[in-house]
């Protein structure tokens, strides 16, 4: 009796309230009020009502500073190389919901997310509790995931602790980007604390990689790993071989993304798995003697590909990540970096790009979201030092009535270092005065300062879906 009173319970939250795909819209965008539950209590419920996907999924965890996307989009299309079935878990998204949960390298299609949504929905109110957006989301993805029986499950962390709600999951692989900080003075017990509450999600036998490049953060990440019987690997010292400039912008996170494919071929697979011939990732038994001339003709036909051309031969499928549009007039170069570590990364490649062909002109709209750039000298040494290197101008436009930005006087500030440096009402303001100091056909225009800045290009541009 028990078992078909649960039973009639799943087909009731399955069969609830079907809502439209404009009405599960209005329902995320309102949850971003609901207070988060830092505890996991509450999506651990949900977890539970809808059958613990959670415990059905192989599950990678990406955190980190920054990168944290690059890397799980480099994953996720490594891992498809090699034949597996690959879900993949965004934040945040550029224009639509749809693009934070991937099924084989695709955003979900608006039917399968409004099911989707509609199940985890009428779950969540089965339990008379109210959930945040992120919890939503969470459950939507690894429902999805359980679902469509994906090999392997790679998410990226939003909190980069555990009080994320994809810690109801336990990661077979933990892989962190860079621990990095904007703050121009910080001491080693502060990131020591970041890196601990990085660090606090592995668990028993979790294989841990990071691509950091300090020493000391190494260090402490190996011994608070080694404290809760992770397995800590050896850490990311090379760039992938990615096409010009993208290796150096990119190749840190690629490399990493190779790391977290390789371990998971090697522990968490069968040989059969993965077929040997053309794989990119499990090498071959090393044949004695010379071989065949029958094997000569069949690697001549079929010539085995090798990582250095996967690769050449693949970017990020990303929106927004060094994304340029070189048939707009001017160019336009996209990214949504958001604090100074990411930012002086773009204006890295921007300089990589005027090596190749010179710019005639360059504009920089900086959307202004957070206050992470105000009364900081980090953020004017590094804008300084950029226009040193490229003559052009940078415009700050607000992306929210709420911003903390202080516009007017970060821009005071730039101008006081000899920066042309401007500010706008409104994106549309801020594109107008940009196109009207390049040249149209050899100029470039980069936008960048945060996710919603990029949103509005495309708003701007007319364009709803990606």
């Not at 891992?79 to 084989?104: C, D, M, Q, W």
């Not at 990095?180 to 001491?187: L, P, Q, V």
């Not at 260090?219 to 760039?239: A, S």
């Not at 371990?263 to 044949?287: D, G, H, M």
Request: charged letters at 25%; a positive charge.
């Amino acid at each position: 009796m028990i078992q078909n009173k649960q039973s009639a319970k799943d087909v009731a939250i399955s069969l609830g309230k079907q809502r439209s795909y404009n009405e599960i819209i209005e329902l995320l965008e309102k949850s971003w009020n609901v207070e988060p539950d830092k505890t996991l209590k509450r999506i651990e419920k949900l977890n539970v009502a809808l059958k613990s996907p959670s415990k059905k999924l192989n599950t990678i965890f990406v955190s980190g500073s920054n990168g944290k996307s690059l890397t799980v989009n480099f994953v996720n299309q490594i891992l498809k190389e090699e034949g597996f079935k690959v879900g993949s878990f965004y934040s945040p998204h550029i224009l639509t919901y749809n693009e934070r949960i991937a099924l084989e390298n695709e955003s979900l299609p608006n039917k399968l997310f409004t099911e989707v949504a509609n199940e985890v929905i009428n779950a969540a109110e089965s339990l008379n509790s109210k959930f945040h957006t992120l919890e939503l989301l969470t459950m939507m993805a690894l429902v999805c995931f359980e679902k469509n029986k994906v090999d392997v499950a790679i998410l990226e962390l939003n909190n980069d602790d555990v009080t994320d709600p994809v810690n109801i999951c336990k990661p077979i692989i933990l892989a962190i980007t860079r621990v990095t900080s904007d703050m121009e003075k910080i001491n080693s017990e502060e990131i020591k604390n970041r890196i601990t509450a990085i660090t606090d999600i592995t668990k028993k036998d979790t294989y841990v990689v990071s691509a950091d490049q300090s020493k000391i953060n190494l260090q402490i990440m190996q011994d608070l790993v080694t404290e809760k019987n992770g397995n800590w690997m050896m850490p990311i010292r090379k760039l992938a071989p990615l096409a010009y400039p993208f290796e150096q912008l990119h190749g840190r996170c690629a490399s990493l993304a190779e790391r977290i494919a390789q371990i998971y071929v090697e522990n968490f697979t069968s040989k059969e798995a993965t077929i040997l011939n053309s794989s990119l990732l499990v090498k071959p038994e090393s044949q004695r003697g010379r071989p065949t001339l029958e094997k000569k003709r069949e690697l001549e036909l079929n010539p085995r590909r090798t990582l250095e051309q996967f690769w050449k031969d693949i970017s990020t499928t990303l929106t927004g990540q060094f994304q340029i549009l070189d048939k707009e007039k001017p160019s336009i170069l996209l990214d949504v970096a958001s604090n100074i570590d990411s930012l002086t990364n773009i204006f890295l490649g921007v300089r990589l790009l005027n090596y190749k062909r010179p710019f005639k002109g360059l504009s920089v709209i900086v959307g202004c979201q957070d206050g992470n750039f105000n009364d900081n000298p980090d953020f004017i040494k590094m804008v300084r030092y950029f226009f040193k290197k490229n003559s052009g101008q940078i415009i700050f436009s607000p992306v929210s009535k709420d911003s903390k930005f202080d516009l007017e006087k970060v821009a005071n500030d730039l101008k006081n270092a000899k920066i042309k440096a401007k500010t706008a009402k409104n994106f549309a303001d801020a594109f107008e005065q940009a196109k009207q100091s390049i040249d149209e056909r050899n100029g470039l225009i980069l936008i960048t300062g945060s996710p919603s800045i990029v949103s509005e290009y495309w708003n701007y541009k007319g364009i709803k879906k990606l």
